[in-house]
């Protein structure tokens, strides 16, 4: 049966709460995160992306692009109460909601042919709910899948409503950098630019024997799979949380490998800590390291360390750098 899936997602979510709170910041740009030397851009409002500030960019590189910002520490017990208030209203249009991140969710609407004429009448009046219940601002992708959902609520953010439908989406997606497919991040991007595959549509030509020397025969078929839009993911409302960490920012730089160490093996520590709380096993280490900018003396001593043997059977240790 075909499905029709949701992804809504809320627009510079931190910062348009500190815009609704404050009415003076309204049409400026705002920037919410770590006010420190070492903090980093938890998200920027539309105005201050235009000076080229991103989430996860250290704050001092924000503030050296977009002088003029408003940065604003962020007041993280209210983000909470209105995703709870989001997600209040998600539940009314769909028994199945799975949610992402604190302002992103999936809901499967199959067959909600009661409750609108049409899916994208269904989006139009959960945007507007969303809009007069929070004074906030949703972008709403429609389509037979997850990962088509997803692509397409973020294709006219901010305020986005995009729809693509299942006839549609082999073309629709083909001009898209393959950065889009679920998964590829910056090492697949750069194998597959090898390849000379750079869009969703040069991996729909490209022949799947040959990306699996590259990738791996999984990697290589889920790919392909995804290209021509094709995602047989189930909406899962009741997921539970799939991953555990703990992160930290230095105020001042590591400056050895042997300080490095001793920082991973208390992160570690605590990480597995947290694990034993909530009683699971994990299967996947995941090491973000951030670099400091000017200084990259180590890196190559830390690279040695994150890359060295998983530490638990099967896990695998990717680093990704922040
Ligand atoms: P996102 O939905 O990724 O970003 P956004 O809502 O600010 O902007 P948009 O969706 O319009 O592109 O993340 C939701 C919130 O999560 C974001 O407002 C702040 C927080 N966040 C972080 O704290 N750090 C991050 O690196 C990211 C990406 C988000
Ligand atoms: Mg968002």
Redesign the pocket.
Same mark, same amino acid.
């Given at each position: 049966m075909q499905r029709t899936i949701l992804h809504v997602?809320? =627009?510079?979510?931190?910062?348009a709460i500190e815009q609704r709170e404050h009415p003076e910041y309204r049409g400026k740009p705002v920037i919410v995160g770590g006010l420190s030397s070492r903090g980093v851009v938890?998200?920027a409002s539309y105005e201050a992306r235009r000076s080229g500030v991103h989430?996860?960019m250290p704050m001092t590189t924000a503030r050296r692009r977009c002088p003029d910002g408003i940065f604003v520490q962020g007041n993280y017990a209210l983000y909470r109460a209105v995703s709870a208030e989001i997600f209040a209203i998600f539940s009314r249009y769909s028994p199945l909601v799975e949610p992402l991140?604190? =302002?992103?969710a999936f809901l499967d609407v199959t067959g909600m042919g009661l409750l609108a004429p049409s899916p994208r009448v269904l989006a139009q009046r959960l945007k507007a709910e969303i809009r007069e219940k929070t004074a906030l601002v949703a972008s709403v992708g429609i389509a037979p899948n997850k990962f088509l959902a997803k692509l397409a609520s973020d294709l006219e953010?901010?305020d986005g409503l995009v729809e693509i439908r299942a006839e549609d989406a082999v073309r629709r997606i083909a001009p898209l950098p393959v950065r889009r497919l679920w998964g590829v991040g910056n090492r697949t991007e750069e194998k597959l630019a090898a390849l000379g595959i750079k869009t969703i549509g040069e991996m729909q030509q490209a022949d799947e024997k040959k990306l699996a020397r590259s990738l791996g025969r999984r990697a290589a078929h889920a790919l392909k799979e995804l290209s021509f839009g094709r995602d047989e993911r189930r909406v899962e409302p009741d997921r539970e949380t799939k991953s555990i960490g703990k992160e930290v920012t230095f105020e001042h730089d590591l400056e050895s490998a042997e300080e490095a160490e001793r920082e991973l093996l208390s992160l570690a520590e605590k990480v597995g800590w947290r694990l034993r709380l909530a009683g699971v096993a994990a299967r996947t280490i995941q090491l973000k390291v951030r670099r400091a900018e000017a200084e990259r003396r180590f890196s190559a001593e830390i690279e040695a360390l994150y890359t060295r043997t998983p530490l638990v059977p099967n896990a695998t240790v990717s680093p990704s750098q922040g």
């Open positions: 997602d809320m =627009d510079a979510f931190f910062a938890a998200t989430s996860a991140s604190i =302002d992103e953010k901010p």
